[in-house]
């Protein structure tokens, strides 16, 4: 049974940053395609980061742009999201989703991933 399993949410102020980590428990997800999506309280799940293939390519939602950067180690079986410059606005529980079937715009999509972690929070304060 696949298990994502993220870490590295928490409090911090505007400008912060956080770095986030999803393992896979079962150490078998390392050539698939992998994404960070998060909700925020009274919002839909939104598409934040995705990376796919032995290349490491990477595709990011407009709104995160040059201050996310995913990026995976597959000797630790690890996906990571880097956030810098952190706002208010990226207040959310972030989710860690795994082997998206489809590429191109699909990656945005939530129901084309099979696996999801539990979230973790991510609070900026003003």
């Known amino acids: 049974q696949v298990r994502l399993i993220e870490s590295g949410g928490g409090l911090v102020q505007a400008g912060g940053s956080l770095r986030l980590s999803c393992a896979d428990s079962t150490r078998t997800l390392s050539r698939v395609a992998m994404g960070w999506f998060r909700q925020a309280p009274g919002k839909e799940r939104e598409f934040v980061a995705a990376?796919?293939?032995?290349?490491?390519?990477?595709v990011y939602a407009d709104s995160v742009k040059g201050r996310f950067t995913i990026s995976r180690d597959n000797a630790d079986n690890t996906v990571y999201l880097q956030i810098n410059s952190l706002k208010p606005e990226d207040t959310a529980v972030y989710y860690c989703?795994?082997?998206?079937?489809?590429?191109?715009?699909?990656?945005?999509?939530?129901?084309?991933?099979?696996?999801w972690g539990q979230g973790t929070q991510v609070t900026v304060s003003p």
């Open positions: 989703a795994a082997q998206a079937t489809y590429y191109g715009s699909a990656l945005f999509d939530t129901a084309n991933y099979r696996y």
């Open positions: 990376i796919r293939g032995s290349a490491g390519v990477t």
